[in-house]
């Protein structure tokens, strides 16, 4: 079983819909989560992080954790052609700050005009 | 805003030969990483350092390579004799209390 597996993708919404990013992990000592945005050639950037149970909003972004379902997703809502990237998801069992992330393979979401 | 800067942004080398790669953290950050992603594949974990020290090291970090932080603001990784198989993206990140790993922009290693 792999530690954190991420919807295959690739995913393509239109202009404005909403996306919907998933991620589940293996390791219920797993203590904060992260969705960092990476296209192509860059370095990831850290979009939302959530270490506590329930929903996280950051302007058009909504981070969800359920750690009993060891289930973490991002919502995209408005989505815009420039949110086009590659989706990580990474898991620390540390703390906010320190600690090894953990990520998972990506998934391409690709929005259309 | 603050940011971790990586150089070389390229870096091209024989097999065989040693490479330093070079990380600025962000200021005042204690904890320092390197991580490697190959083309195509995800981004791995290699080593962790706090207070002068690997904290926390994965397997793909042998003997090959060491880290180290020679003064206050500089945090390195060395590959004393680099294999066709190095060859990736590596990227350094830092974090501080409460706060998530930022990364820069990494150094494509290229080794012929």
């Known amino acids: 079983q792999k530690e954190v597996e991420q919807n295959s993708g690739p995913l393509s919404v239109p202009e404005g819909a909403i996306a919907s990013l998933n991620c589940t992990y293996s390791?219920?000592?797993?203590?904060?989560f992260f969705w960092y945005r990476q296209y192509s050639g860059k370095s990831p950037e850290l979009i939302m992080f959530i270490y506590s149970n329930g929903d996280k909003e950051d302007g058009r972004f909504t981070a969800q954790l359920n750690k009993a379902s060891q289930y973490v997703s991002l919502l995209i809502r408005d989505s815009q052609p420039s949110d086009s990237a590659t989706y990580l998801c990474a898991v620390n069992k540390g703390g906010t700050s320190y600690g090894k992330l953990t990520f998972g393979q990506g998934t391409i979401l690709t929005v259309h005009p | 805003e603050p940011e971790v800067t990586q150089t070389p942004s390229h870096q091209v080398t024989q097999m065989g030969q040693e490479v330093i790669l070079r990380c600025v953290p962000i200021?005042?950050?204690?904890?320092f990483y390197w991580y490697r992603q190959i083309l195509g594949q995800k981004v791995e974990f290699l080593v962790s350092?706090?207070?002068?020290?690997?904290?926390?090291k994965s397997e793909i970090f042998d003997d090959q390579f060491s880290v180290e932080r020679p003064d206050g603001s500089n945090f390195t990784l060395k590959i004393r004799s680099t294999k066709l198989e190095d060859s990736a993206m590596y990227f350094c990140a830092s974090g501080d209390i409460n706060q998530p790993q930022h990364f820069g922009d990494g150094t494509r290693l290229s080794i012929l």
């Open positions: 200021s005042n950050h204690l904890y």
């Open positions: 390791d219920r000592g797993s203590q904060s």
């Open positions: 350092f706090y207070n002068n020290e690997i904290s926390e």
